[in-house]
């Protein structure tokens, strides 16, 4: 099973950002997304499709349906410059995209 | 909070076997509503999962390392560890210990990552 992401997405300070992750019923699975910052250990931005952990910022938001999960920056600041990987559970394995860096121009 | 932590060699000799150990601080590894896993991320890449265990010793691998891969929980040191089998380059990683959250499916906390590199 795969998850397919964008290598890169740009976007301009106070601008929407919108990252992408695709996969065969995609839908019908629970979509986490992380943010790796250079140098660091991924941290949980949203899980459940919509659900932000405490202390994540109300402009990380999320969507999935059918093939595509979209997560989705508000107001995109430059602290929010990182690698953003989506990841599901298929078969009680985790499942991982290859990662979008996302760059705040 | 829960904090967890890597430990092991930094580096290994091809063929051999890698190990390392996971300590977890502020919660405890017999928690019932987590797992306890393995995430590796080789230079420049992505994010690979290995496996996760419970406390009980039940153990789900990904396939494509299964034969190699042997996780282990030791409850009174409130630790975990990894075995990998007959590495080479092509498992030179970061290693990432984390809790996944069985109900929320989710990676919710995580360890700062052990660099592993396997060279002779």
Redesign the interface.
Known sequence: YELTQPPSVSVSPGQTARITCSGEKLGDK?I?W?QQKAGQ????VL??DT?R?SGVPERFSGSNSETTATLTISGTQALDEADY?C?A?VS????????TKLTVL | QVQLQESGPGLVKPSETLSLTCTVSGGSITSSSYYWGWIRQPPGKGLQYIGSLYYSGNTFNDPSLKDRVTLSVDTSKNQFSLRLTSVTAADTAVYYCARRDYGDQVFDFWGQGSLVTVSS
């Open positions: 629970y986490s992380y250990s991924p941290v949980v899980y459940k659900k952990p990987y990841q559970w009680s394995t985790a499942v991982f995209g290859g990662g």
